[in-house]
């Protein structure tokens, strides 16, 4: 049986630490609040941009031929592929970076059965860490983004890509990450990129692209601005998910100590009491003990 | 015809409406109803809208594309001011941001010069 003074050690401690957790569930809410607005801000554009490619990709199918963009060629069996896997740089969010990971794997899993090559690129600590551990070798790693996204430095990721697709070093690239779905939920997103598709259709639709001596360079330019804001948004997204995983995780931090802190003043109540009952057995033993003699 | 406009920071502009005219990177160029399938990039300028109600509002845009379909319009640009406002102190205020738009934008000073005063002049007519 513990002793009093180590009982009461272990409350104030569990208190501490619920302190800490508190706190930190604090922080996330209020950083939640941010990320959730620069969120809200660029889904929009994001949507937009995406309704925009995927009514191109329609209309293209009949100038499709005459377009020599690798972006929009059709790749039957893909040989190489780049795997772009986005986690946060720090933990304390429970499932949050692990859910990334393992569908990651799993990715690779089934790529590795169809004798496709991999080049794993990650951004966010936790990943990179977990990589390193188990030994799967990474392509690149990048520190620091995932915690505050940056248009720039995201760009420049999914351009080194998208000029080794189009140098035909790669034929695909793969984005994995941990969305925002509201205060409750993150999901799992795993995005296809590239080539966009281009739906075959059989009505007589067609796409005028002006200037028409460079519609190439404009639906090159129109792929990379794709691919560069989805890019961001998907950082965005992760960091909004991130935040409300460690609210979450800390909410429920704080009333397992809660739990914790009840458990042990009750034990400590308990182990008080037997030791004053002890006390006055010794007492009362003692006296009689004496009227003896 | 329905037009929607988003920057990175938002939607500026989203409804119905009757024509709309836009920078096009080859000169400017007008749409109404039912106007063939087109890509185009934009180059720092105005974008008028009129709309079902005859109003017309303008909205400085810096640099993005567009694409038409026959019943919608998709505006995606990086940057955008709509010059509006209630009273005169908002619209001048609009009038310097959009100004100050298209002049970070620009890389000829006679498209500053043109643009701006078209900005005056739709200003006026508010």
Known sequence: MATLKELKSKISSVKNTQKTTRAMKLVSTAKLKRAEESLLMSREYARKIDEVMKEISAKLSSIKDSINLRAFANIQEPKK???????????LCGGFNIQTIKSTLATIEELKAKKVKIRLKVIGKKAIEYFRFVGIEMYEEIVGL??????????EVIEKSYNDFVEEEIDNIILIYNGYVNKLTQMVHIKEMLPIEVEVKDSQEFLEVEPTDDYELILESLVKKYLEYTMYYTLLDSLAGEHSARMQAMDAATNNAQEMVKQLTLE?????????????????????????K | MKIDIVTPLGRIFQGEIKEATFPGVDGEFGVLEGHSPLVTTLQPGLITIKKENGKEEVIAVNW?????TPDHVNVLVDGAVPVVGSSESEIAQAIEKAKQLIKDAADSDALVAAVEAKIESAARAI
């Open chain 2, 64 to 68: 993005g594309y567009v694409e038409v």
């Open chain 1, 146 to 155: 995932s915690s505050s996204p940056d248009y720039k430095k995201a760009a």
């Open chain 1, 81 to 91: 592929v780049d795997i772009i896997v986005v986690t946060a740089d720090k933990g």
């Open chain 1, 268 to 292: 400590y109540n308990k182990v008080r009491q037997e030791n004053v009952t002890r006390e006055l057995i010794e007492i009362v033993t003692a006296i009689e003990a004496m009227k003896k």
